[in-house]
């Protein structure tokens, strides 16, 4: 059995080795039961990990000139620019 320590606002960190083998990440969800002095905590709802690539095309923007290349946009010329006005 591991120990952790209750801090001022009642939080506890999840040692890494317990958190890595029941998949506890950001934003997964714990239930808590209290049975006299026994509480028992479980895994409600886990989150599914997902790949950088699964998003790709999700957000479209119209080409509307070729200004707005990224590609083609010159840093020190936009700021010379803004200099001036």
Request: zero cysteines; charged letters at 25%.
């Amino acid at each position: 059995m591991q120990t952790v320590t209750v801090s001022d606002k009642g939080q506890v960190v999840i040692p890494a080795a317990i958190r890595r083998s029941l998949g506890i990440r950001p934003g997964v969800k714990l239930g808590f039961e209290v049975d006299g002095a026994v509480m028992r905590v479980s895994v409600q709802q886990a989150v599914t990990a997902s790949e950088v690539a699964s998003g790709y095309g999700m957000l479209k923007a119209k080409r509307t000139s070729k200004e707005r290349d990224l590609m083609a946009f010159d840093v020190a010329a936009a700021m010379r620019q803004a200099a001036k006005k």
